[in-house]
Structure formats: structure tokens, C-alpha cells
T-cell receptor, first 114, second 114 residues
Framework: DVKVTQSSRYLVKRTGEKVFLECVQDMDHENMFWYRQDPGLGLRLIYFSYDVKMKEKGDIPEGYSVSREKKERFSLILESASTNQTSMYLCASRSNRVLGNIQYFGAGTRLSVL | AQSVTQPDIHITVSEGASLELRCNYS??????LFWYVQSPGQGLQLLLK??????LVQGIKGFEAEFKRSQSSFNLRKPSVHWSDAAEYFC????????????FGQGTELSVKP
């Protein structure tokens, strides 16, 4: 089974802090994604990565950056956390060697910024 | 613009009753289509997918979905709902040439009455 692990289930941070959300997958997937989930808005794509050291902006990249130094790990960085970044963050991974766009998700990190 | 619409924000059904969750999409070509389920506090789990071929697809947990090209719809159904089906359900679409990105609907929250 594919396993996507997000390092924290819950995080509480203060406004202005630099925040790192970590995601690791164990299936040698090329593609990795970070989403933000808010009630009534579904999942919105923040950033994605086609492969190591490659990244591309999604629909709502403002206020976020990402890092992918190793294939299995994709980090989401909030350079200076703000209260409007309080949300559920979901990481996903996908193989581009398999037909279709099946993404496999981690359990999510619920971030509160005070 | 590409979009996915789930018209029902919240649905309540009685245990044992049938269920249909609606999903409509706007896309330039026939996309890949997915339904995911999210139990409280969890990540997303794939229920079923449509890539091509038979327009009625079977998934896990007794769910099925039908792709109707003429209506741009991919509705999810289950003949008899169980209390454990209470969760949030997301419809998603992806293009065959867009690097694995998905567009998600807003989600439908399902409550099950005993």
C-alpha cells in the first residue's frame, strides 16, 4: 500500500512564525502536491512538484513556498504565518508511470495560527 | 474555465436508504474522473475512478458512479447506506495531459440517520 505521511496532525503557531509542514511518501512517486482544505471550498492546490527540485505554482501559492530536495519528501513552508493561513493542509503523491491521475493522500495537518 | 460543481453541500439520509451524490464538471475534453471520501479527521481515500470504457464504474464499499458525457456528470450512488458512510465526499477531475493535477469540487457532507 502507498503510504503518505505528514509529520504533524495538529500544529499551533503564532503570527509571523516560519512554519514547515513535512510530507514523506514511500512509493517512489515522481509527483507530489500540497493542498489547502477549507469548509465549502473543497481542496485548492497550493504547489506541486513533478520531480526532485522541480516545483510549480498551483492556484493559491501566495504566502507559501515549497522544497523538494529528495524524491520522497515535499515540504510546505509558510515564510511568515498569518491567521488567514489557519486551515487543513493535505499532501498527496502520484506516480507518472501509471495510467491515470490517482493521487494518494496523507492524513492532513490541521494548522492554527494565533 | 475548468471547474467541478457538487450542488449539495450537505445531505442527510436514513440508514438503509439509497444515496445519490451529484457531480457536474466543465472541461475541454473527457477527463479522468474520481470520487474520494474523507472521514472526520482523516485524509482522502479513493472510492472509484473513471478513465475510459464502461461508463458505470464500481468502487469500494459498495459505491458506484456513472459517467454521462452528454450531461457532463459523474454521480455517485449507493443502494443502501450504512451509518459508517457518514463522511465528506469529493468529486475530482483531471486532464490526461496536465501532469497529474486534479480539480476538486466543494465537497458534499453526508449524514446518516439511524
Amino acid at each position: 500500500d502507498v503510504k503518505v505521511t505528514q509529520s504533524s496532525r495538529y500544529l499551533v503557531k503564532r503570527t509571523g512564525e516560519k512554519v514547515f509542514l513535512e510530507c514523506v511518501q514511500d512509493m517512489d512517486h515522481e509527483n507530489m502536491f500540497w493542498y489547502r482544505q477549507d469548509p465549502g471550498l473543497g481542496l485548492r492546490l497550493i504547489y506541486f512538484s513533478y520531480d526532485v527540485k522541480m516545483k510549480e505554482k498551483g492556484d493559491i501559492p501566495e504566502g507559501y513556498s515549497v522544497s523538494r530536495e529528495k524524491k520522497e519528501r515535499f515540504s510546505l513552508i509558510l515564510e511568515s504565518a498569518s491567521t488567514n493561513q489557519t486551515s487543513m493542509y493535505l499532501c498527496a503523491s502520484r506516480s507518472n508511470r501509471v495510467l491515470g491521475n490517482i493521487q494518494y493522500f496523507g492524513a492532513g495537518t490541521r494548522l492554527s495560527v494565533l | 474555465a475548468q471547474s467541478v460543481t457538487q450542488p449539495d453541500i450537505h445531505i442527510t439520509v436514513s440508514e438503509g436508504a439509497s444515496l445519490e451524490l451529484r457531480c457536474n464538471y466543465s472541461y475541454g475534453a473527457t477527463p479522468y474522473l474520481f470520487w474520494y471520501v474523507q472521514s472526520p479527521g482523516q485524509g482522502l481515500q479513493l472510492l472509484l475512478k473513471y478513465f475510459s470504457g464502461d461508463t458505470l464504474v464500481q468502487g469500494i464499499k459498495g459505491f458506484e458512479a456513472e459517467f454521462k458525457r452528454s450531461q457532463s456528470s459523474f454521480n455517485l450512488r449507493k443502494p443502501s447506506v450504512h451509518w459508517s458512510d457518514a463522511a465528506e465526499y469529493f468529486c475530482a477531475v483531471g486532464a490526461r495531459n496536465q501532469g497529474g493535477k486534479l480539480i476538486f469540487g466543494q465537497g458534499t457532507e453526508l449524514s446518516v440517520k439511524p
